[in-house]
């Protein structure tokens, strides 16, 4: 079966490659009744996104993924049905956006010094008018010749160890869950499965996530496997925690999941929409 909410995609806002009416129309056509945007630390697209949900039979809701630094392990929280106009969400964001921008030099710094000129401004020709991410940088070095695919650059360069990683420096958890329940939403850890972490250090990130007012994990995600869909509805069952389903959609170059084509969660999971007012459009 397949499910008809996906609450984890991209837009050009951040690091996808369809614009966010592209995307909605494209889930719409694909089968989606609820798509929820979760552009990396932007709400940019959100308001272009919810004109083109308008008549489009889609149920649009306001997300958002947000970049944490959490024992120096890079982990990422979706916000969903967030209030995109929160002055202190939009603050947060803002904050992490400059971080970004930083980064983006460093990285540009990094690589230059490795014998690769010019990464900046071709991660910029590549973002556009979005934020710019690695996956931008990993375009352009993929563009170069440098690697064989976007999969093989971040192997080579853009991960630690690698001439232009940049040890991340985001929000802290609490800084994330904050603004998410500050601006009316439910907190989700994303892609639990594929942090750089043992099964302990999870759950005590888990735990820490939930006495903040985290209410629920990815457990079905473009970004796990099936065995990951199992451990993770364990997780959550064990954890008490609700489970979410996003494809992480990024565009039709770059995706693990079709739109419309994501697995309906375990039937042991409650899901995160289970108490959610049905939404889909008329
Ligand atoms: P950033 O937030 O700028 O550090 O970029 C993170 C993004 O890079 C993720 O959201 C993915 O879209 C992409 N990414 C990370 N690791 C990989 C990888 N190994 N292969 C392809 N894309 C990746
Ligand atoms: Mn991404
Ligand atoms: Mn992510
Ligand atoms: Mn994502």
Same mark, same amino acid.
Not at 224 to 245: C, G, I, T
């Given at each position: ?150 999969? $093989? ?6 991960? #630690?160890?690698?001439? +232009? *990683?940049? =040890?991340?420096?985001? &929000? @802290? ?74 494809? $992480? ?6 995706? #693990?999941?079709?739109? +419309? *084509?994501? =697995?309906?969660?375990? &039937? @042991? ?14």
């Amino acid at each position: 079966m397949r499910s008809c909410h996906d609450l984890h995609t991209h837009s050009t806002a951040s690091d996808g490659s369809l614009t966010p009416g592209e995307l909605v129309r494209k889930a719409a056509a694909a089968g989606v009744a609820a798509l929820a945007l979760t552009d990396h630390d932007t709400v940019e697209g959100l308001a272009e996104a919810a004109r083109a949900a308008v008549g489009a039979g889609i149920a649009l809701i306001n997300g958002i993924e947000i970049s944490v630094t959490w024992n120096r392990c890079t982990v990422h929280i979706v916000g969903l049905g967030i209030d995109p106009d929160h002055p202190g969400l939009l603050a947060g964001l803002r904050g992490l956006r400059d971080y970004r921008d930083r980064r983006a030099e460093e990285i540009g710094d990094r690589l230059h010094k490795a014998g690769i000129p010019g990464a900046l401004e071709g991660a910029r020709r590549f973002a556009g008018d979005g934020l710019v991410s690695r996956t931008h940088f990993a375009h352009f070095l993929a563009e170069t010749g440098r690697a064989k695919n976007v999969q $093989d650059v971040f192997k080579r360069y853009l991960v #630690r160890n690698k001439p +232009g *990683h940049v =040890p991340g420096d985001w &929000a @802290s958890l609490a800084e994330a869950v904050g603004w998410i329940l500050d601006a009316g939403g439910q907190a989700v850890v994303a892609h639990p499965a594929r942090y750089d972490m043992t099964a302990t250090k999870l759950r005590s990130m888990l735990g820490e996530f939930r006495e903040l007012g985290g209410t629920g994990i990815e457990v079905v995600s473009g970004s796990h496997s099936l065995d990951d869909y199992q451990v993770m509805a364990r997780l959550a069952a064990d954890m008490k925690f609700l489970a979410s389903a996003g494809s $992480d959609y990024h565009g039709p170059n770059n995706f #693990r999941i079709e739109l +419309g *084509h994501l =697995p309906s969660l375990p &039937a @042991s999971c409650t899901p995160i929409w289970h108490d959610w007012p049905d939404r889909r459009a008329a």
